[in-house]
């Protein structure tokens, strides 16, 4: 009987040990919210009247793009969540000739939106799963040489390396932590040894702006 209740408890233990640690598992992913800035130059901006040419790049680089990227073991799930921009502004803009005097009144609201797009990435099979409106495609991960510099920089109190290469026909410049113990990065970049929590490419930035850790892992994320 004593065996008996012995094994019982024993199978119960381990039971719970088992349980125990699939929901640490589960909970132990990284979550990495990013904004992106994307700073335009007036020459595209050619086809806008000169004179509300500058308001007109004001409201475009003031635009903000939010993502989370979630990291759990060797799988990268990033979304850029649909986003409606709806910025008002009115007022009254001088002339580029300063010797005219002459004053335009104009709304310079802007409207607009952007798509959600989710991506699943694998750092082993180095591929990624994307869908945009509903449509999913898969695809093998551009393969690139990365270049390790000697500029290091904080960010959110991590401590990242800068490496470069070319991405797109583009310079892509990231800023890497290797403090967290996991590989990631944001949207279609490629993996690089590290998280990822800064990048440069072409004329747009995205910086990490908030790192949760013990986080849950996505569900149905695709």
């Known amino acids: 009987m004593k065996i008996k209740f012995f094994i019982m408890r024993l199978l119960f233990l381990t039971s719970l040990v088992f349980i125990l640690s699939v929901v640490g598992y589960s909970q132990s992913a990284i979550k990495v919210s990013f904004v992106t800035q994307t700073q335009h130059s007036e020459t595209s901006l050619k086809s806008v009247p000169s004179h509300i040419r500058t308001a ?93 510099t000697n500029k290091k920089k904080k960010i959110l109190g991590y401590s990242c390396y800068e490496a470069t290469t070319t991405f797109k026909n583009k310079l892509l410049t990231v800023y890497v932590t290797n403090d967290l113990k996991v590989s990631g990065s944001p949207s279609d970049l490629p993996f690089i040894n590290g998280l ?27």
């Open 56 to 148: 007109a790049l004001q409201q475009l680089n003031s635009i903000k793009k939010k993502s989370v990227m979630i990291v759990q073991g060797s799988v990268v799930y990033f979304e850029i969540k649909p986003q409606q921009i709806d910025i008002k502004q009115e007022g009254t803009i001088s002339s580029n000739d300063r010797t005219s005097g002459v004053l335009f009144s104009k709304d310079l609201s802007l409207e607009g939106s952007y798509p959600g797009i989710k991506l699943l990435k694998n750092y082993k099979t180095k591929t990624i799963k994307t869908k945009i409106k509903g449509k999913l495609t898969t695809e093998k991960l551009a393969a690139v040489n990365w270049k390790i």
């Open 196 to 222: 990822v929590l800064l990048y440069k490419h072409g004329n747009s930035t995205t910086t990490a702006q908030r790192i949760e850790l013990n986080q849950e892992e996505p569900l149905n994320f695709l």
